[in-house]
Nanobody, 125 residues
Framework: QVQLVESGGGLVQAGGSLRLSCAASGRTFSSYAMGWVRQAPGKEREFVAAISWSGGRSYYADSVKGRFTISRDNAKNTVYLRMNSLKPEDTAVYYC??????????????????WGQGTRVTVSS
């Protein structure tokens, strides 16, 4: 029902910034909570950030709080992740996800209904 396509990943030096985008299909985009989940090589998927369907509430993993900002533009069916002050430990494939409710923490790895293909972020030291 919902197709998600991430973009904006790439190679950046530590301390730099990137903005990830997730374009969603479907007229019901505004009804979904959206999240970003990442997976580093050899690691399990890790919750990064989430935003409610209205955009009024956002949630962040402690590891990215203060550096990353999630936002959404329902008119454009797009969710964003602004990443500032990037660290090498942020290196991962970042996945956009959608679901009926916000899911954070460990449950985010499996708690969303729809997933994008992922976009790779590499932060060099």
């Amino acid at each position: 029902q919902v197709q998600l396509v991430e973009s904006g990943g790439g190679l950046v030096q530590a301390g730099g910034s990137l903005r990830l985008s997730c374009a969603a299909s479907g007229r019901t985009f505004s009804s979904y909570a959206m999240g970003w989940v990442r997976q580093a090589p050899g690691k399990e998927r890790e919750f990064v950030a989430a935003i409610s369907w209205s955009g009024g509430r956002s949630y962040y993993a402690d590891s990215v709080k203060g550096r990353f900002t999630i936002s959404r533009d329902n008119a454009k069916n797009t969710v964003y992740l602004r990443m500032n002050s990037l660290k090498p430990e942020d290196t991962a494939v970042y996945y956009c996800a959608a679901g009926p409710v916000v899911t954070t923490g460990g449950g985010a790895a499996t708690g969303y209904n729809y997933w994008g293909q992922g976009t790779r972020v590499t932060v060099s030291s």
